[in-house]
Antibody, heavy 126, light 108 residues
Framework: EVQLVESGGGLVQPGGSLRLSCAASGFTFGSYWMSWVRQAPGKGLEWVANIKQDGGEENYVGSVKGRFTISRDNAKNSLYLQMNSLRAEDTGLYYC???????????????????WGQGATVTVSS | QSVLTQPPSASGTPGQRVTISCSGSSSNIGSNSVNWYQQLPGAAPRLLIYSNNQRPSGVPDRFSGSKSGTSASLAISGLQSEDEADYYCAAWDDSMRVFGGGTKLTVL
């Protein structure tokens, strides 16, 4: 069964740090871009970051640049999100998601996030 | 304020056809394909439409997507009670993924 399971969420004070993990199973993890998407309580979805198959490219939403770092360990089938200098507005449910797409003639054709985890809750509060 | 604009709510009765719009710009919808996601209450999002109008396996053909210029639409025909959910459009904008603010669909 294709599955993503997040862990590492919790309560942290403003300015603190937290590291989320996402364990992948049931598919060839190293063949996919991977993303983190978050959802503040009662709000909509916000894409946070993604990372290329080999870890050689990362992209971030502006509000987390310089504070968050996405990384992966293909040998462990795991995705990570290191979150530093956390703010109250970072509070929410953080989803790990698989980016579905394929390369053809040096171009990447992106289809969407087709597998999602159940989410990890991050609460930033004093 | 989301980069992609969706109506906050929509509604319909069972069996009806409803459409949800998603408005963007030349830098996102105008130059990239659109996804639609369904999020049932208390659940993770689910990919509903990719490449503007394609359905992943397992998605009923009651769901259809379209795109024209800088706007896109999701249509749901033969509305069912289990379609009551939040729906989000998404597209690439430069190297960032952007979502619409979401539309809450109520089945009356």
């Amino acid at each position: 069964e294709v599955q993503l399971v997040e862990s590492g969420g919790g309560l942290v004070q403003p300015g603190g740090s937290l590291r989320l993990s996402c364990a992948a199973s049931g598919f060839t993890f190293g063949s996919y871009w991977m993303s983190w998407v978050r959802q503040a309580p009662g709000k909509g979805l916000e894409w946070v970051a993604n990372i290329k198959q080999d870890g050689g490219e990362e992209n971030y939403v502006g509000s987390v640049k310089g504070r968050f770092t996405i990384s992966r360990d293909n040998a462990k089938n795991s995705l990570y999100l290191q979150m530093n200098s956390l703010r109250a507005e970072d509070t929410g449910l953080y989803y790990c998601a698989r980016d579905w797409g394929h390369y053809f003639r040096f171009r990447y054709y992106y289809y969407g996030m087709d597998v999602w985890g159940q989410g990890a809750t991050v609460t930033v509060s004093s | 304020q989301s980069v992609l604009t969706q109506p906050p709510s929509a509604s319909g009765t069972p069996g009806q056809r409803v459409t949800i719009s998603c408005s963007g710009s030349s830098s996102n919808i105008g130059s990239n394909s659109v996804n639609w996601y369904q999020q049932l209450p208390g659940a993770a999002p689910r990919l509903l439409i990719y490449s503007n109008n394609q359905r992943p396996s397992g998605v009923p053909d009651r769901f259809s997507g379209s795109k024209s210029g800088t706007s896109a639409s999701l249509a749901i025909s033969g509305l069912q009670s289990e379609d009551e959910a939040d729906y989000y459009c998404a597209a690439w904008d430069d190297s960032m993924r952007v979502f619409g603010g979401g539309t809450k669909l109520t089945v009356l």
